[in-house]
């Protein structure tokens, strides 16, 4: 089967309280040097993402701690009692990239859960078209976050891509184009991306996925009249402040 269809899924449920979990303190992360170098490998060819793709499948899991193990867990051969800090405790060492010439970056689109598939089918076919070098792609349900300049106005599925590129002005400009499409794809299916990365987007995505965005510059402007806190997206994206007409007197002094 056709690895760009394949994907694996995590689901996690509360368990009683009086389970009774003895949950040992947490411990160093073991073969970062393993995944750091199969990762690297993989940004090289297809070969060599289709090992990692089999590792992350076969072996990965293996790697994961248990609080209870799978075989004493609920019957299932592939449950894992775990406490709440576990499956965030992993190591980024292994995403150090230290290789000449190239960078990894992150993506995050919000799309609406009903729209995911028709999303990760365009999704697929501009990364085709566009010869895009993925690391991985991992998707996470997201709730409501009714703050301002929300990324999910509505229950969504969170799509994190983690992408390789070339640092020169060349590759600086293929992911450039890259992202542009994928917010105006994000933006068909009625789905907002995260603002905090790269700037690749121009003001008009910007309003197109945040219709709200000028009011937020409206409010921040109120509590800040004098523009004493500002930041590269802010200076670029809001627009400029109309200077205020100032009534001016000259003082003459008198003829002798």
Not at 109 to 118: A, G, L, N, Q, S
Not at 157 to 180: C, H, I, P, W
Request: hydrophobic share 40%.
């Amino acid at each position: 089967m056709d690895s760009s269809r394949q994907s694996i899924g995590y689901t996690y449920r509360r368990v009683p309280e009086d389970q009774g979990l003895d949950r040992a303190a947490l411990t160093e992360v073991t073969a970062t040097k393993l995944r750091r170098a199969t990762i690297n490998l993989s940004k090289k060819n297809d070969l060599f993402k289709a090992v990692k793709w089999w590792s992350e499948k076969h072996l990965e899991l293996r790697f994961e701690s248990c609080t209870v193990t799978r075989a004493q867990a609920m019957g299932d051969g592939e449950a894992c009692l775990v406490a709440r800090n576990d499956p965030m405790h992993d190591s980024v060492d292994y995403l150090f990239n230290d290789l000449p010439g190239e960078t990894d970056i992150l993506h995050e689109y919000f799309v609406p859960r009903d729209r995911i598939v028709p999303f990760i089918d365009a999704m697929r076919t501009l990364f085709r078209s566009h010869d895009a070098n993925l690391v991985n792609a991992s998707i996470r349900a997201v709730g409501v976050e009714g703050n301002a300049l929300s990324y999910a106005p509505a229950p969504s599925f969170s799509v994190v891509l983690y992408l390789n590129q070339a640092t020169d002005a060349a590759g600086t400009e293929k992911m450039r184009a890259l992202t542009s499409d994928l917010i105006d794809l994000c933006a068909d299916q009625g789905g907002r991306f995260f603002l905090p990365y790269q700037l690749h987007y121009s003001p008009e995505q910007l309003r197109r996925a945040y219709p709200d965005v000028h009011a937020f510059f409206a409010a921040k402007r109120a509590w800040d009249p004098g523009e004493l806190f500002s930041n590269t997206w802010y200076a670029r994206y809001a627009p400029p402040q109309p200077v205020a007409a100032r009534a001016t007197t000259t003082a003459r002094a008198p003829l002798t």
